[in-house]
Every structure is written in C-alpha cells, then in structure tokens.
C-alpha cells in the first residue's frame, strides 16, 4: 500500500474542497462496488423500460433498436431492474475479478 | 477618532457589527448573549441598519442560516452562549470547513448540568477542535475592537472567527467604549467579495462527499488555512494599530520582564489577576501575567516568547476537561512547552466556574501556589481550586 493514497494534492483543492464544475458527479465512478451485474437476454425483452424507469442510478439508456442498455461504470448492481423485469430478462450475475 | 460613550459592552458590540455592515443577522436569544442581537433587531427595525434580520427557531437553525447566507457571499453575523452553542455543535465544524467568514460573539457561560446563566469558559472550549479562529476579549473596549477585527480577518482568511466576551462581567457591564468612525471601519472592512459563492450564473458544489481518497488532503488543507491566518490576524491588528493607537497582539504580557513566577490567563479575569500582579510586587515578588488573546490558531511562537525565563506557571482554566490531565489551556500550555527546550514546572488551576468569584486575593493565593511548584512537586496535574471540601 503507497504511503500517499490522496487522490489529488491538497494544494490543488479550491478552498472548502468546492467542486467548481457544475455536474462533474458523471464522471464518479459507482460501479466498482458491484458484486452482482445485470444480464439482459434480448429474446425475453420487450423493451418496456421498467428497468430504465425504476434504476436508483440512472444507469440505463435506451440504444438505436430501443433496448435498454445498463452502463456498468455507474451499475452499483443492487438488482432492482432484475427484480422487477416483468419478462424476467435481467439475469444478476457475479462478478468474476 | 470616535467619541468615547459609556455603553453597556453587549450594546456597544451590537452597534460595531452594524457599523461592519452585516447583511444577515441569524440568531436566538439566549441569556447572556440576548442584548446583542435585541439591539441589532432594533437597529434593523427602526431601518437604521440595512439587514435581514432572521429570529429563527433555534440555534442549530441559526448556524444552517449564518452559513447558507455565507455561502451566496453575504456578511452574517450570529451570537449565541452555552446550551445554543451545543445546539450549534454540528454546524460549527461545517461553516470552518466550508472557509465560510461567519462572525459570532459568544457570551461565554456555563454548560448544564447544572443550570447555570453564569459565566465560565466551558462553552468555548467544547469547540476548540471546530476549525474557529477563537480570540478572547478582556474588556469593553477590546471587545469593540475584535469585532472590527473579526470582520477584516475571517473575510481575508476565508475561515470563521469566535469572539469569545465573559457572560454578564463583560456583556452586561458599562464602560467606557469609543465606537470607530465609519470612516475607519469601512476603510478597514472593505466590501466582501467572495471568490466561491452559490450563485446561478456560476454553479459550484459545496459539501461534495470526502471519500477516503481525498477527506484527509481536504482536511490538511483547512488546518493549513487555519495556521495560516496567523499572519492575517497579526497583521490585521498592525494595520488596527496604525488606525486607532491601540496595539494587540496574540499573547499579551504583563510585567514578565525579569518574572520568575506567572499566571495564564484568558478573558475578563486579567484584570483582577494584574492587581495582584501590582500587589505582588509592591512586596517584591516578580511576578508576572501572560494572558492569551489569540487562543485558535494557538499562537506558540509568542507563547514560547512570552513566558521568558519564569521557574513555575500557574494555568488558570475557566473550565473543566473531564478525565483530562488538566483544563483545557493547561493541557495546550504542556503541550506547547514540549516543543521548546524550556521546562518551567506548571500547575494548573480551574477557577471561576459558573461565575464563581476569582478575587485579587485568590490570584495571590494561585501565585503562592504557583511558587510552592519551584520547590516541591504538586501533587495532582490539575487543581479544581476554592472547592468546598
């Protein structure tokens, strides 16, 4: 384990440790805390977006054929689409490191 | 120069921070602070001073508000005493970490139980930690002064300041106080222009989360910025001195020149231990007084400075650190000594609790005890003393 584990100096943070720009939350990563990811199975899916409409991270975007994709960079993999995928095509699944 | 008027102290700090030009008053009265924020009801009632006036619910709500207002780069200004200064507790830590420049006068008074109106240190230094730029006043005329003063360093260090004024034998009392000309005071408090504000036209995020990574490089930067201001309130005393005539300084000395015995001493009770200062030497005793002014950031330098060559010291707290190894001043006063290479013994005193009466005749007793520390070795590190046994 590095003695230094800052991510950045304390000389670089602005007074108060402000964020000074606007909406940079996007760039925090939530999903490397996940045990569990999201499969979905194409076949089952009916692109309803209850998954899209429920996820407490706004992980998912609708794509160009209109599925519903999750973004694992921010999939905190807490299951709720899975749960609640009336077609059951949201499979969770361990994450192998 | 302004006229010199017999006020009430509370009045007379009132009408200096309406002369700071405060745009927001947040605060709920509590005894003995109450004056204080009457008057500056008053004086926004009657229109003679261009405020918000906030009567809000409580003091934990009067902090949220002194730091919302701070935060969009208002001048804010709250006072408060024991219990509503507990009830402040968790904003306190939030207003110095955000650099926020928030003044308050605390009217230092005993913390319950049991209930007491009356005055001691036990307050403040429940917040010693809290990341305030602390300083303690000893008279009326000080304590005008340290609200100017307030002012121009929490808005150059961009850190919250406590005035800390002893609770009716300082708030209550009438002295003789000359209020600056506002000439002076808008020349010395410029207009607050804060760099980081909540404004619409320019979104930042205060109170972002410290995730592990990045909670500690937060916190040696506060602690930096609070050592920091150091420079900023010495020299905001300086360009004072060059105003006004009166001088101020982190730690104030009194007769240490060639003293082999003194007391430490913060607040109103100086000027009762310098009469026994006078008194003690008319018999030939050299004894001196240091009293802190400058209690956070701890000005060690000048400590270590003042105290020359005195054989013994004699700290007398205000207040009690339960299960400590002494008071609170006591404790810092070791502490601070083990970074020199002098090793004067010390003894620690905690007196005048609940506004108990300290008299010239007990300081001279604290001094005699304080030389009994030259020859033989105290029995405890700290002494609740004039306990009735």
């Known amino acids: 384990m590095p003695k230094d584990q800052g991510l950045v100096s304390w000389k670089k943070l602005a007074p108060g440790m402000f964020i000074l720009e606007p909406g940079n939350s996007a760039k925090f990563k939530t999903g490397d805390w996940r045990t569990y990811r999201p499969v979905l199975d194409k076949e089952k899916c009916i692109k309803c977006g209850i998954c899209y409409a429920l996820c407490p991270d706004l992980c998912y975007k609708k794509d160009e054929e209109g599925y519903y994709i999750v973004n694992l960079y921010y999939c905190k993999g807490c299951g709720i689409c899975a749960k609640h995928c009336p077609k059951s095509a949201i499979t969770m699944v361990l994450e192998e490191d | 120069m302004g006229k010199v008027i017999a006020k009430e102290v509370s ?63 208002a001048r804010t200004f709250t006072s408060t005493a024991a219990q509503g200064l507990l009830l402040m507790y968790e904003n306190l830590f939030i207003a110095s970490a955000f650099r926020l420049p928030i003044v308050m006068v605390i009217a230092n008074r005993s913390i319950s139980a049991p209930i007491s109106i009356w005055n001691d240190h036990s307050d403040v230094m429940t917040m010693r930690d809290s990341g305030w730029i602390q300083t303690f006043a000893e008279n009326g005329q000080e304590a005008v002064d340290l609200i100017y003063h307030a ?18 034998t300082l708030s209550h009392v009438i002295e003789p106080i000359e209020l600056l000309d506002q000439e002076l005071v808008d020349k010395y408090i410029p207009p607050l222009r804060m760099k980081y504000k909540l404004d619409p036209k320019k979104p930042i995020t205060m109170g972002a989360i410290g995730i592990p990574e990045i909670y500690t490089e937060a916190k040696k930067a506060q602690d930096e910025a609070l050592k920091a201001s150091y420079r900023i ?21 009194y007769k240490m020149e060639d003293a082999e015995v003194a007391l430490i001493i913060m607040g109103s009770l100086a000027g009762t231990a310098m009469d026994a200062v006078d008194l003690l ?91 009994d520390a030259i020859s033989k070795k105290p029995r405890f590190s700290y002494e609740i003393y004039g306990v009735k046994e």
């Open chain 2, 11 to 73: 009045i007379a700090i009132a009408e200096a921070v309406a002369q700071c030009k405060v745009d927001v008053i947040s605060a709920y009265p509590i005894t003995p602070q109450t004056h204080i924020v009457e008057h500056l009801a008053e004086l926004v009632n009657n229109g003679e001073l261009d405020a918000e006036y906030m009567p809000v619910e409580s003091e934990h709500a009067a902090m949220s508000a002194c730091i919302g207002a701070s935060a969009t780069g």
């Open chain 2, 151 to 168: 002012y121009r360093v929490a808005e150059k260090a961009l850190l919250p300041v406590a005035l800390n004024i002893d609770g009716f």
């Open chain 2, 233 to 253: 309130i010495v020299n905001a005393w300086k360009e004072f001195e060059k105003l006004t005539g009166r001088k101020y300084q982190p730690i104030e000395s």
């Open chain 2, 281 to 371: 030497r008319e018999k030939g005793k050299k004894v001196g007084l240091i009293k802190i002014r400058l209690w956070r950031p701890f000005p060690l330098r000048d400590f270590l400075k003042a105290i020359g060559k005195v054989r013994a010291i004699g700290v007398v707290d205000r207040a009690v650190s339960h299960g400590s190894t002494g008071g609170p001043v006591g404790i810092e006063v070791r502490s601070a000594l083990y970074q020199s290479n002098k090793r004067p013994k010390v003894v620690n005193f905690i007196a005048g609790l609940s506004g108990r009466d300290v008299t010239v005749e007990d300081f001279v007793e604290l001094f005699e005890r304080t030389y």
